[in-house]
Every structure is written in structure tokens, then in C-alpha cells.
């Protein structure tokens, strides 16, 4: 049996336009309250991962851990609540990629120690090995630090319980491989990758269930101390993009194969 909690954030459609702007409160986000928000898809595969490992191992229960505005979380819920099993547990704070991980690790710490009846000899902490909003990936290992879990795996797809409660673990190397770990079992924290599972579709009786539990939850969400000055960035600037186009004809494929690996190498 294990208690997973997973921690996800939400972060803003990518489809968007985003904008980088200074405002009184440190960076952000043009009109970020204004723009729609998804359930970070890093943090979605490890959700789906644990509800898959919860329905495979018998009395094992999944939270989902999230800090971020209690409306925003609210609209989302929507939809993610009718995707997998879970107890929602909130942290009302900014959802921003400009917060400090370590701030934001803390804030999460401090909500994770609050869960009543959790269990830290079988707590197993999912999260995204990286985020659309932060792409440090330290949040996740600060976060085991605080809780006091040594064993740490990143870039997690394939999770394996063996029959005494040990875990198997295939974790992304460089160049298409995998590194395959074990450890004797919980607690540890896994930093999922894309992981093996689909996204399950959408289950009307699975999102009523949870939103039972969701709306209490946000109603008694406790704002979250995230200092906004706990780091500061001197500049923002969305990546440059740079095209060139060169008009040919009758060109031979190994000649235009040749001028990529050049540029390439260049």
C-alpha cells in the first residue's frame, strides 16, 4: 500500500501569447490572470502514472498537491477531476514560473506535512521532472530534502513494484537510454518524464466523486508564504527567433544534406 501525493501546478495554455512583463510584485506574466490554464503536462503524467500504480496496488490513495490562485484551480478542476482519483489539497499562492523553487518547495512542504492520516513510511512523492513554467527542476528535489527522503529518481517513465514492496525504476540518460535503479521501497520521489500511460479520457462519475472533495478543499485552502522578492531577475526576454531562407532549385538531396550537417557543425 502506498500513499502518493503528487504536486502539480498550473501553468498557462501554451497556445497563448506570452508575454514577460515588471510589475510591482516582480515578474510576470501580460494579463496572466486573463489567460486560460492547463494542469502542467509534466505534472499530468505523473497524476495518471499514480492513479494507475493506486488502482494496482490494493488501499493505496493519491493526492494531488497544488499551489496556485484558488480560482484558477477551481476552473481547472473541471477537467482534471474527471481524468483520475485523487484528494485535492490546496496551497493558495502565485502559480507564476518567476517564484523561487526553494519558496515554492517550502510552501509545498508545508502543506504535504498538513495531510491528515499520511503516512511517511509509504509516501511516495510524484511530480514533473520538469515544468512548462520552470525549467530548473529543483523544486521536486528541495521538496524531498525537507521531507527527509533520500532516495530520488528524475526523468522517471516506467514504474515497477515488485512483490516485497520494492521499486524498479527506468530512468532517461542521454541518447535514448535508460538507467535502471531499484530501491527497497518507500518513501521516495520520482520526477516522472512522459512516463508509458495515455491520458485517460474524461470519466463523469470518477470527476463527481472528486469534486465532492474539491470544493471543501479550496474552501479551506490557507494562503500560501510565498515571498515574491526571494529572487529577482535582472532581465526577460522571450527567445529570439530567427529565420533565414534561401530559394534554390534542382538542388541534389546529399548537396542540401551536406549544407545542413554544415550548419550544424557551425
Given amino acids: 500500500m502506498f500513499h502518493i501525493v503528487v504536486c502539480g501546478g498550473i501553468v498557462p495554455d501554451p497556445l497563448q501569447t506570452l508575454e514577460p512583463v515588471k510589475g510591482p510584485a516582480g515578474w510576470g506574466l501580460k494579463n496572466e490572470l486573463m489567460l486560460p490554464s492547463v494542469l502542467d503536462p509534466w505534472a499530468s503524467h505523473a497524476l495518471y502514472e499514480a492513479a494507475h500504480l493506486a488502482k494496482t496496488v490494493a488501499g493505496s490513495k493519491v493526492w494531488l498537491v497544488s499551489l496556485g490562485p484558488k480560482a484558477k484551480l477551481q476552473q481547472l478542476m473541471m477537467t482534471v477531476a474527471q481524468k483520475a482519483p485523487f484528494e485535492l489539497v490546496v496551497a493558495d499562492g502565485p502559480a507564476s514560473g518567476f517564484t523561487d523553487s526553494f519558496e515554492v518547495a517550502e510552501a509545498l512542504h508545508a502543506v504535504i506535512a498538513g495531510i491528515a492520516g499520511l503516512d511517511a513510511s509509504k509516501l511516495l512523492v510524484f511530480g514533473g521532472w520538469q515544468s512548462a ?62 512516463g508509458e500511460l495515455p491520458e485517460p479520457p474524461n470519466n463523469p462519475q470518477v470527476g463527481m466523486a472528486n469534486m465532492r472533495l474539491v470544493m471543501p478543499a479550496l474552501q479551506k485552502a490557507k494562503p500560501a508564504a510565498v515571498k515574491a522578492d526571494a529572487i529577482d531577475y535582472q532581465s526577460v526576454t522571450l527567445p529570439a527567433q530567427k529565420r533565414e531562407t534561401r530559394v534554390v532549385k534542382d538542388t541534389p538531396v546529399d548537396v542540401i544534406a551536406q549544407e545542413i550537417v554544415d550548419w550544424l557543425k557551425n
Avoid: N
Fill in 133 to 194: 513554467s520552470r525549467g530548473s527542476g529543483s523544486t521536486l528535489q528541495i521538496l524531498g530534502e525537507k521531507l527527509g527522503i533520500a532516495d530520488h529518481f528524475q526523468g522517471v517513465d516506467k514504474l515497477t513494484v515488485g512483490a516485497d514492496g520494492s521499486l524498479e525504476i527506468m530512468e532517461r540518460v542521454e541518447g535514448g537510454a535508460y538507467q535502471i535503479s531499484t530501491c527497497s521501497g518507500a518513501p521516495a520521489v520520482l520526477g516522472w518524464a512522459t
